[in-house]
């Protein structure tokens, strides 16, 4: 599977997660534990960074939703070129 496929899977899994009304900090629990994300609190926001997209947030229940749209962001630059 391409990078790329990969990163739409990821993000679909994501909103999938966030639907069923799973809790962000879960997931990003999960993320962390079972795909290599790294989290971390610095200067009064949260980062995430996970399949090369980084996102930051003040707001830890929004972060996951910056991550997705960095994320979505990459797959529109990667699929347009």
Do not use: F
Not at 4 to 33: F, N, Q, T, Y
Not at 51 to 68: I, K, Q
């Amino acid at each position: 599977m391409s990078d790329l496929a990969e990163l739409r899977a990821l993000v679909a899994d994501i909103r999938m997660s966030l639907d069923s009304g799973e809790s962000p900090r879960k997931i990003v629990d999960a993320l962390v534990r079972d795909r290599g994300a790294r989290r971390r609190y610095n200067c009064g926001a949260d980062h995430l960074r996970l399949a090369g997209v980084a996102a930051s947030c003040t707001s830890e229940n929004h972060l996951l939703g910056a991550w997705v749209r960095a994320a979505e962001r990459r797959i529109g630059k990667e699929a347009a070129q």
